[in-house]
């Protein structure tokens, strides 16, 4: 299966089979995931899977009890840091910065001006639960070229699906769940506008 028809033929799954993803293919799922590209490289996220037929159960109610949670073979969900993490003169940018080749400050020094314009808008906890959704765009296609199913949800109340990680909001933002399995039924054709309604050239 080519890329593009990985993405013809993946779909939101509302129902998934009783059926287990063997473990080769979930650990391709987390790698696309892991080789996704953030702003800067930070990588302040984490992605947490959720397979226990005991933590599934609270994740579906935090979403709203979709039946894509309750029934997922496996969900995962993608957490972001929240703003204070990207202090440039905190520990946590030291540190994913220090892994670069180059002088740290240097690196310090380039962010800091973005960090600063992100702070006045009040965008970084939009900027950084927005890296969550490349990741999340590459699960969904990694697993649909291995004929696995998903579905992107946002729907999800984010106190509730912190608490049943045992994770605090001082510590992460929800990005996204998502939900992967076999699905239980039929693929749904695409819905898309066309090329002609979307791209502009200039
Ligand atoms: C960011 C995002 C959030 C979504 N949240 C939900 C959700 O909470 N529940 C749900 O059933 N589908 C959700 N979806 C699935 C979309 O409704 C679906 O992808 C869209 O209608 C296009 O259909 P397709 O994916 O089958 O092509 C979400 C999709 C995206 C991209």
Redesign the pocket.
Known sequence: MTFLEAMQT?????LYENRAIENPALQEILESARLTPTSFGLEMWAFHVVQSQEVKEKLYHA??D?E?VRTAAVSIVTLARPAPWYDPDGRPVKEKGSRFPGNLSDFIEDFRPYHAFLSEHNRLDCWSRSQG?LA??NMMTCAALQGIQS??????DESKVLALLGLFPSDWLVS??TTFGYPAEET?P???ESVQNLVVYH
Do not use: T
């Open positions: 993946r779909f939101a799954c509302k979403c709203f979709q894509s959704y999340v765009a579905c992107a949800i946002e729907g999800f996204l769940v749904r695409k819905i898309r």
